[in-house]
């Protein structure tokens, strides 16, 4: 199996370092500063109030107990006796009680308050971050697209984009709420005693550089980890859509042995990363733990030595002790949540920056009435991704499409008929501009394709495909998929147009009866018949028919046809057919072979002339001929 198939978008390089990555992130942040200052400065005055209970024990052990006041202590003592007004120290101790507890009190609302803003500053980035990944996706040309995995693209839009979720919801807090107390208790202790408080802080270098060794060895396996779960989603993705298949061919055991072996490489990269986590993060806590050691030895020591330091400042420095060194060892922790939100975040950058491959001309017009004329001029083609056409000794270059050229009149019915794999669907595609050609133009009244901007292009097209896509809702939904502010009757006009609206009468809820993922509860011939309902109702100038008939059974497919008739009347038509009785009813046939133009005629004028129309023609019974790989193909293949 291939390692390295969840990473399927080519764009962003590695070499963007994760420091890039991470202020990339945050830098996104900041359409929500308003909301961030305000849980800040929430957050920066309940600090203080967090602060003060240590303040409250050194005074009850050196002010009351010991007896022995020094400036900080003094000044304790104003507040609390409110400036000498209580004298008995049951009375100021009780009062250093409340202080202790109204502030406690004081910290908890503000913190909280602060919480509530900064977790939902976290949750409308993701938010934004998810729609705008989606936007993204939505907007990328089906060939972008049709190069991806979608159960890749799919966790890039979910899995990663939760695993930032993790990291902003838990991460901002912890970061600016933690980082931001742990400064403070940083200033404070060092001002009460600089000595102890070095001797404390002192380890926490190593802490550091065991961090910095940690990020360089997990950065690598939370990216993989990132890659092997996108892995699972898309063979989970696949096989669920290939269910059918998958049975019929009796490979249930082949895919779940296949599923087994995608999840089994996701599991063996996370148990790396937690051997990583298990090597680093008792080293870190054993760090942190020496300091305690450090501020008990140092400050006992200038204790007994007299060196101007009190069991007071000791106890202060023990209540303190764990807001320095709670954070260091969640500081492991937020390390390694950072690293594994810059490994998501790359791949959802990769998203966010992979270039538009089909941008609008900067002078891009809207053409709000067309007449229909559609032209190619000596087209070249190829699908983008695919390697180039190498020229070989023995060969000259192959396009998907070569040198084409054709022009449907307004109004006009036009069929392109040929080998299958010759060309005809692409032919479609570039007519909606799903690609651009490589060389020559693709016109609609003669303006090129790619000065029209492109929803106002396609809003003059409609497509009816072999397999129409239905989306899990109504009928009628369905039928006004394009046009939702239809009216119920406009919908039923379009149905019975389309010959549906017998078998939509008969659905258990009519127009309004689901149809199932996909469209699963209808019948071929039905769902083909609501997407020509959806295209009557948009009511297009033109219309693309690509083997509208090629999935029915004979019987369904005469009410397809009379359908079509009815949908064709005076609009440009652009069809591709493997029935002759669709192709008969062209005025103009353009035989397509081998990515080529081979011949261009009425369909009587080809039945006499081209020997492949007319045995496609008379083959109708047989269509197993068509498929250009049986066989050498008749004499029509003209010269290039
Ligand atoms: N999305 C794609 N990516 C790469 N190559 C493609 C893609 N779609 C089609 N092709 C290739 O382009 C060529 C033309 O395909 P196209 O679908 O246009 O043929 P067609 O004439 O419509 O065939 P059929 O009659 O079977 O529908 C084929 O060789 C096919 O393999
Ligand atoms: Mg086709």
Redesign the pocket.
């Known amino acids: 199996m291939d390692s390295g198939q969840g990473r399927m978008i080519d764009v962003m390089p590695q070499a963007v370092s994760s420091s890039a990555v991470f202020r990339r992130l945050l830098s996104m942040l900041r359409p929500q500063l308003g909301s961030i200052a305000l849980g800040m400065t929430l957050l920066l005055v309940s600090i203080p109030a967090e602060l003060f209970p240590a303040f409250v024990w050194k005074f009850v052990a050196d002010g009351l107990v010991v007896g022995k006041l020094d400036s900080t202590t003094a000044v304790l003592r104003e507040w609390f006796s409110f400036g000498g007004r209580l004298s008995s120290w049951p009375a100021v101790l009780i009062s250093s009680l409340a202080w202790m507890l109204g502030l406690y009190l004081v910290y908890e609302l503000f913190s909280t308050l602060s919480r509530n803003i900064m977790e939902r500053v976290a949750q409308r980035f993701i938010l934004d971050l998810r729609n705008r990944v989606y936007h993204k996706l939505q907007s990328q040309s089906?060939?972008y697209l049709?190069r991806q995995r979608t159960g890749d693209l799919m966790s890039r839009a979910m899995g990663d984009v939760d695993e930032l979720q993790a990291f902003t919801v838990n991460g901002i807090d912890v970061i600016i709420g933690e980082g931001l107390l742990w400064l403070m208790t940083v200033v404070v202790v060092m001002t009460i005693d600089w000595r102890v408080a070095s001797a404390a802080l002192a380890p926490l270098l190593v802490v550091y550089v065991l961090l910095r060794i940690f990020n360089a060895r997990v950065a690598p396996i939370y990216k993989a980890a990132r890659e092997r779960a996108a892995e699972v989603n898309t063979r989970l993705q696949e096989n669920l859509s290939g269910v059918p298949v998958i049975k019929i061919f009796g490979r249930e055991a082949h895919e779940s042995r296949r599923f087994r072996e995608a999840t089994e490489r996701y599991y063996s990269q996370q148990v790396r990363a937690i051997n990583a986590r298990s090597l680093y993060f008792p080293f870190t806590r054993s760090v942190g733990f020496v300091s305690n050691v450090a501020m008990l030895g140092v400050g006992g020591w200038l204790i007994l030595t007299n060196r101007g330091f009190t069991v007071g400042s000791l106890l202060m420095f023990r209540a303190y002790w764990w807001r320095l060194f709670g954070p260091i060892q969640t500081l492991a922790r937020v390390n390694d949540m950072v690293m594994r939100a810059i490994a998501a975040a790359r791949r959802v950058f990769e998203v966010l920056d992979a270039p538009d491959e089909l941008p609008d001309a900067p002078d891009a017009t809207r053409l709000d009435r067309v007449r229909g004329e559609l032209a190619l001029r000596d087209v070249c083609f190829?699908?983008?991704?695919?390697a180039p056409p190498t020229p070989t000794a023995a060969s000259a270059p192959r396009h998907?499409?070569r040198n084409v050229s054709l022009r449907v009149e307004p109004g006009q019915t036009v069929a392109?008929c040929?080998?299958?794999?010759?060309?005809?669907?692409?032919?479609?595609?570039l007519l909606l501009r799903f690609y651009d050609p490589l060389h020559g133009i693709v016109t609609l009244d003669g303006v090129d394709l790619r000065s029209i901007q492109r929803d106002s292009l396609r809003s003059h097209f409609a497509l009816v495909q072999?397999e129409s896509f239905l989306f899990n809702e109504s009928v009628l939904d369905n039928i006004r998929y394009g046009h939702p502010e239809a009216t119920l009757e406009q919908a039923v006009a379009a149905a019975q147009a389309a010959n549906a609206h017998g078998f939509i009468s008969r659905l258990p809820q009519g127009y309004h009866t689901p149809v199932g993922e996909r469209g699963v509860r209808l019948s071929g011939g039905q769902k083909q018949r609501i997407s020509i309902a959806r295209a009557f109702l948009s009511n297009p100038r033109i219309l693309l028919l690509?083997?509208p008939t090629s999935s029915v059974e004979p019987e369904s497919e005469a009410a397809i046809i009379a359908a079509l008739d009815r949908l064709m009347a005076g609009r440009t038509t652009v069809l591709?057919s493997?029935r002759p009785s669709l192709i008969n009813q062209a005025d103009v046939v353009y035989v397509?072979e081998d990515?080529k133009v081979t011949d261009r005629g009425t369909p009587s004028e080809l039945r006499q002339r081209n020997a492949w129309f007319e045995r496609f023609v008379r083959s109708a019974d047989d269509p197993d001929w068509?498929?250009?790989d049986t066989g050498p193909l008749p004499e029509c293949s003209q010269s290039d």
């Open positions: 089906l060939g049709q190829d699908y983008p991704g695919e998907v499409l392109l040929g080998p299958s794999g010759a060309g005809k669907s692409t032919i479609l595609y072999q690509d083997e591709t493997h397509i990515g068509i498929d250009g």
